[in-house]
């Protein structure tokens, strides 16, 4: 298991850009893939994007697809999720998770840390 906290959340106008980051622990972190999931209030938790172990197959929602890029760098155990052109309808707790293999729902991941709060206001 490895341990993630994530940060880089924030109050942002609808069309600007937010860059989170996931610092993870452990030097199992690069064998993992790695996954961006989404939580809006009263809603299921959504799949927002994933990376496989070594970046190389990067996978989007269709809702986030063009806006946001995903990106990890394994020598700093850290994943990212650059977010650009922000929307209302964006707002939600952004969890970093960790899977065996790359996925693109939201079974098979463990999310292990607190989650960072993004607000997109109009």
């Known amino acids: 298991q490895v341990q993630l906290v994530e940060s880089g959340g924030g109050l942002v106008q609808a069309g600007g850009s937010l860059q989170l980051a996931c610092a993870a622990s452990?030097?199992?972190?690069?064998?993992?893939?790695m996954g961006w999931l989404r939580q809006a209030p009263g809603k299921e938790r959504e799949f927002v994007a994933s990376?496989?172990?070594?970046?190389?197959?990067?996978y989007y929602s269709e809702f986030v697809k063009g806006r946001f890029t995903m990106s990890r760098d394994n020598a700093k155990n850290t994943v990212y999720l650059q977010m650009n052109s922000l929307k209302p309808e964006d707002t939600a707790v952004y969890y970093c998770?960790?899977?065996?293999?790359?996925?693109?729902?939201?079974?098979?991941?463990?999310?292990w840390g607190q989650g960072t709060q993004v607000t997109v206001s109009s």
């Open positions: 990376t496989s172990w070594n970046g190389g197959l990067t």
């Open positions: 452990g030097r199992t972190f690069s064998s993992y893939a």
């Open positions: 998770c960790a899977a065996s293999v790359v996925r693109t729902t939201t079974k098979g991941y463990d999310c």
